[in-house]
């Protein structure tokens, strides 16, 4: 971006040395931790709830290293993006930050973190957001999940104009991928793999008793799920401290039990998802044998998400009882991964090409490239017009056309001279990619590549 | 009427052959071929079973080839009517194979020639055999329900086949279909062992007789008795009830046919050959 293309250099304002120019393009960082790399104790433990993404990104966005930032939060992942003024000292920030806030070392915590820079960040949150790094590729939440967490982010006001476009470019790469490629297209998630498999139980879920036990985050998905696909279904939710149980069955219009009750609460449920932090089974083969008689051998079937177990795998030998534990949904999804195999070439494809769209707008978003831009955008549009004019003037002469064609040239740097010192230094607090980002729109600089 | 039996069994080897496409590809398309295919082979059939009626001027149920494919024709039938209200396209897989190995070996028996004897010109024997038939027709399709059943509870319980547990219904459908076959069924047999007896006792002068047959029919009876009574009142669902579904219709079978090839009976005129 250095060398400048054909310039007559007698004009230093219109040859931006290197001194001169943004001394760090928008660099972008990400440092994650997933399901691949960390434990789901250490997952939890760094997870962020909706009110603490609003406060750590306003806290992150206030650091001087940082000038945009946005977090995801899943139960599969946490993910900090951020556009760092230096790179290096950003990344110590967030990572002292995470110590702060979490008292996770730095020390462990870099031993399960992946720090991506530059296109590398891109293609991982474009990847994230088209599920194609999902434990269950191609399952359809995450997009939902990341939208949200950016909206959140936005709310907090911590987005500028490249996470925004970052963003933006990730919906709709997510969207190509989910439309251009059969990666969506089966039962992906553990929680649509259990509502598959209750529809294989079940005829229809309309009206069946969901008892939740444990108010984990994977129950809850699976209960939305469920929800989703129940008309008038009874919810019960049992969990350890009353409390959230009661808050979440509120949510989702269910009623909140005793973990006490739950032996008693099996003769009217149907479908039992359970998560619970338990060591122990919560449900026993004791407490099934017994009630499946008074059920009159309804059907009844166990989620087990938890880990370790909350359910007796030996209730899966009681006849119509069935218990599947997460391994076995895993098992239920790993039947589809081959074909997705082959999809998920096309995807990475489609990413790929994302991502060098991005990173070459990206790298336009710099002082020079736009100063260069707007400079041959310019001297284009007069060249065409005095090639024009002076082919309508023939009578001229060869010092007259030369006149005018100076005087064109003139008129360009003059009009360029006032923008270029702004974008050069708009003020010192102020986000130089704002104002570039608008000069490239307003002089159409990136050719409707949007 | 060996060439038309031959154009039924073709379209009922073809509907099997499309049933196992079905299974398979799983493409609507086969099992919508295989149906129309199964339509077409019982159009046929029962073309088959009018002509034999006019010939005859009753019933095509005097011995064994006759037997055999008016069976069929009560099978293919049945499963027509129930694919019509319900969607069970799998049973087509139970259903057009039984029906066309039942056709085949009716191919191979000849027809005996004799006349059919004047008893058999009753209405009430014609409302028998074709009430009989009919459940006969509805305990098969009980039993074929059955054993999906146990392949998918099976396949449901070991989390070990994907392929079943991918194409057949849930196990409460299953479950829930067996028992209205069976519930049907049950209450046709019972109307068609009434109306054997009300027979018996216009031809025999008596209800019961300590025939073979008669007492064969009350087991099996009893067996289906026995399912609905513990399903109704004990909840006999699921496995169990599968089971039972199967071993009421092998005790069927055997009242059907074995009683009359292995032991002595007065419906032995039905099925000789």
């Known amino acids: 971006m250095t060398n400048l293309p054909d310039g007559n250099g007698d004009d230093p304002l219109m040859l931006p040395d290197i001194p001169d120019r943004n001394p760090d393009p928008p660099h972008i960082v990400l440092i994650g931790i997933n399901h691949k790399t960390a434990p789901v104790e250490m997952r939890e433990k760094l997870a962020f709830c909706p009110d603490e993404t609003a406060n750590a990104v306003a806290i992150l966005r206030n650091s001087p290293d940082i000038d945009e930032v946005m977090i995801i939060s899943t139960c599969n992942r946490v993910e900090v993006l951020f556009i760092a003024k230096e790179p290096s000292r ?4 967030v990572f002292s930050y995470l110590e702060e806030t979490r008292g996770i070392s730095p020390d462990i915590l870099k031993t399960m973190a992946y720090v991506y820079h530059g296109d590398a960040a891109v293609r991982h949150i474009f990847r994230v957001s088209a599920s194609l790094d999902s434990m269950m590729i191609g399952e359809p939440q995450i997009l939902g999940q990341v939208k949200e967490a950016f909206k959140a982010s936005v709310n907090a006001k911590s987005t500028g104009v490249v996470i925004n476009r970052l963003m933006h470019k990730a919906f709709s790469t997510a969207k190509r991928v989910r439309s251009e490629t059969g990666i969506g297209g089966h039962a992906v998630s553990i929680s649509y793999a259990a509502v598959e498999l209750a529809k294989k139980i079940f ?43 009661v808050a979440l069955a509120e949510r989702f219009h269910g009623q909140a039990i005793r973990l006490e009750e739950i032996p008693e609460k099996l003769k009217i449920a149907d479908i039992i998802i359970s998560s619970t932090g338990s060591l122990d089974f919560v449900i026993t083969v004791s407490q099934v044998q017994p009630i499946m008689r008074q059920r009159k051998n309804r059907p009844l079937f166990f989620i ?18 069935y218990v599947y534990d997460i391994d076995d949904l895993q098992g239920v999804i790993h039947e589809n991964i081959e074909t997705r195999q082959a999809e998920s070439v096309k995807a990475e494809r489609i990413v790929d090409e994302s991502v060098i769209k991005f990173m070459e707008w990206l790298e336009n978003l710099d002082v020079v490239p736009t100063i260069i831009g707007l400079r041959k955008k310019l001297t284009a549009i007069a060249e065409m017009e005095v090639a024009k004019t002076l082919h309508a003037l023939d009578h001229l002469s060869a010092d007259d056309r030369q006149a005018i064609v100076k005087m064109t040239d003139a008129m360009v740097k003059k009009f360029l001279h006032d923008p270029t010192l702004f974008l050069k230094n708009p003020g010192s607090h102020r986000n130089k990619s704002v104002y570039l980002n608008f000069a490239r729109k307003l002089f159409n600089l990136d050719n409707g590549n949007d | 009427m060996a060439s038309l039996h031959f154009i039924i069994i073709l379209f009922y080897l073809f509907s099997s052959a499309g049933y196992a496409i079905f299974l398979f590809a799983q493409k609507e398309i086969f099992h919508q071929i295989s149906y129309r295919l199964l339509m077409a082979g019982f159009v046929a059939h029962t073309a088959w079973v009018g002509y034999e009626a006019v010939r005859l001027g009753t019933i095509p149920a005097h011995n064994l080839h006759h037997t055999l494919c008016f069976a069929a024709w009560c099978l293919a039938g049945v499963y027509l009517l129930v694919k019509y209200r319900f969607r069970l396209n799998m049973l087509g897989l139970f259903a057009a194979p039984l029906a066309l190995v039942i056709m085949i070996a009716a191919f191979f028996i000849p027809e005996a020639t004799a006349q059919p004897s004047q008893i058999f010109k009753s209405l009430w024997l014609v409302v028998h055999i074709v009430i009989i038939f009919i459940a006969e027709a509805s305990m098969a399709l009980a039993c074929g329900t059955g054993i999906l059943y146990l392949i998918q509870e099976h396949a449901v319980k070991t989390k070990s086949n994907r392929f079943f547990l991918k194409r057949l219904p849930s196990l409460e459908f299953l479950d829930r279909t067996g028992y209205v076959f069976i519930a049907a069924g049950f209450t046709l047999l019972t109307i068609g062992l009434i109306t054997g007896f009300i027979y018996a006792q216009l031809v025999w002068g008596r209800f019961w007789s300590w025939n073979n047959k008669e007492i064969w029919s009350v087991i099996t009876w009893l067996i289906y008795a026995a399912l609905l009574h513990e399903r109704l009142v004990a909840g006999w669902r699921g496995r169990r009830a599968a089971i039972m579904s199967i071993i009421g219709f092998a005790a069927l079978l055997f009242t059907f046919l074995g009683v009359n090839l292995l032991m002595e009976g007065h419906h032995d005129e039905f099925t000789r050959w």
């Open chain 1, 203 to 245: 005829d229809s879920l309309d009206g069946k008793t969901v008892l939740l036990v444990g108010a984990g985050e994977m129950a809850e998905l699976a209960v939305e799920h469920l929800t989703r696909n129940t008309a008038a279904g009874n919810l019960l939710v049992a969990n350890r401290t009353f409390a959230s149980a």
């Open chain 1, 304 to 321: 087990d998400i938890a880990v370790p177990r909350d359910i007796d795998p030996a209730i899966n030998k009681i006849a119509n009882a």
């Open chain 1, 90 to 93: 950003a990344v110590l920030k």
